[in-house]
C-alpha cells in the first residue's frame, strides 16, 4: 500500500484537479484590479461521507467552492438636461459624462477628451 497517498488523490486526481481549477479563479480575482485587493477569499473543500447499512461501502461526494471578491462598483455623475435638437426641432434629454476636465482638453498622454453623449428622446 502506498502511504504517500492521501484522499484528496481518490477518484484518479479529480479532487485536486478541481481544487487547482478554484484556486486559479482566486488567483484571477486577486490579480484583478476592479476587485478589492484587501478583501479576503476562500476556498472551501467539503467531504460527504454516506454509509451503506453494514457499513462496508461509503459513498463520498466532493465539493470544492471557491468564494471571490465581487467587482467594484462602477461610479460616475452624470448631466441630465434638455436640448432641443437642430436638425429635428425635437426636445431631447441628454445625460452627458460629468468631468473636472473639460472637453476638447487634452491629455498628458497626447489624447483629447471626449465626453460621450446619451440622447433620449423625451415623449410629449
Known amino acids: 500500500m502506498d502511504s504517500k497517498k492521501?484522499?484528496?488523490d481518490i477518484d484518479e486526481g479529480s479532487i485536486l484537479e478541481v481544487l487547482n481549477i478554484e484556486t486559479l479563479k482566486i488567483?484571477?480575482?486577486?490579480s484583478n484590479p476592479a476587485t478589492d485587493s484587501s478583501k479576503s477569499r476562500e476556498l472551501t473543500?467539503?467531504?460527504?461521507?454516506?454509509?451503506?447499512?453494514?457499513?462496508?461501502?461509503?459513498?463520498?461526494?466532493?465539493t470544492?467552492?471557491?468564494?471571490?471578491?465581487?467587482?467594484?462598483?462602477?461610479k460616475t455623475t452624470l448631466m441630465n438636461s434638455l436640448i432641443t435638437d437642430d436638425d429635428t426641432g425635437e426636445v431631447v434629454r441628454v445625460?452627458?459624462?460629468?468631468?473636472?476636465?473639460?472637453?476638447g482638453q487634452m491629455t498628458i498622454d497626447g489624447n483629447e477628451v471626449i465626453k460621450e453623449t446619451i440622447a433620449i428622446k423625451v415623449d410629449k
Open 6 to 8: 492521501t484522499i484528496l
Open 27 to 30: 488567483l484571477e480575482n486577486i
Open 45 to 62: 473543500i467539503k467531504f460527504i461521507f454516506k454509509s451503506n447499512d453494514t457499513r462496508d461501502l461509503i459513498d463520498t461526494s466532493v
Open 64 to 74: 470544492v467552492k471557491s468564494k471571490l471578491v465581487p467587482l467594484l462598483s462602477i
Open 95 to 103: 445625460l452627458k459624462e460629468y468631468s473636472d476636465v473639460p472637453e
